[in-house]
């Protein structure tokens, strides 16, 4: 995975339990302590799942808060950091259709054309009257990452939207689909 969200992540830990926290994350997980992402540079998918893990062990938080408060420190710093990503995008709708494309555009720096490939295969978008139906692919299983912020998304817009999963990576389905549908 690219380093970009591993970012917020840690940031996330830090709000919830401190630096100390951070830290007894690293060295649960295996990370070196001194370990900062960079953004467009890649690590091991199973570094992000040991951080993931270690991250609700220390916190003593399930999987499900620990993907959304990784999901409320994502969103606002992607509000921060690419603005014009929002601007660009008048509702939820367009930003939801058009992640894949951010996504592919830091994929597209990587010197490496497999890990290039990798990202843009995680993610594929019907689009649809009033839905949305995304089916996600990826050794991560990051689904609650992906409901969360994509309810993030909605609220912050203010559209009138809800995000179902209907097939499930941690069910053993071979993806996870989200059905996304605007009820105005
Ligand atoms: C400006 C907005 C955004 C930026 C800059 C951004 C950037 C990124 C980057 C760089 C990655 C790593 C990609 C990889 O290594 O495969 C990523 C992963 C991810 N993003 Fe985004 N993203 C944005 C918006 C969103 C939104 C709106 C959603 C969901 C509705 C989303 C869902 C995810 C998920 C689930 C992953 C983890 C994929 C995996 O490794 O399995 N992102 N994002």
Redesign the pocket.
Known sequence: ??G??FRPLLQAIEAAGGAAAVGEVKRRAGVPADRSYRMSEIYSDTECQRVLAAAGEVLDRGPEEICDLWAAAFLED?QKR?PT?YAMCADARA??EC?PE??DG?AAGLADPEASRA?AQ?FRIEKRERELIVHYR?P?R?CR??RA??QR?IDHYGDAAGVEETQCLHRGDPECEFHIRWTL
Request: proline share 4%; glycine share 0%.
């Open positions: 995975m690219l970009y969200p992607t690419f990503w930003l939801l992640h951010i996504h830091f990202v995680k990826s991560n990051l990452l992906y912020l994509a998304v």
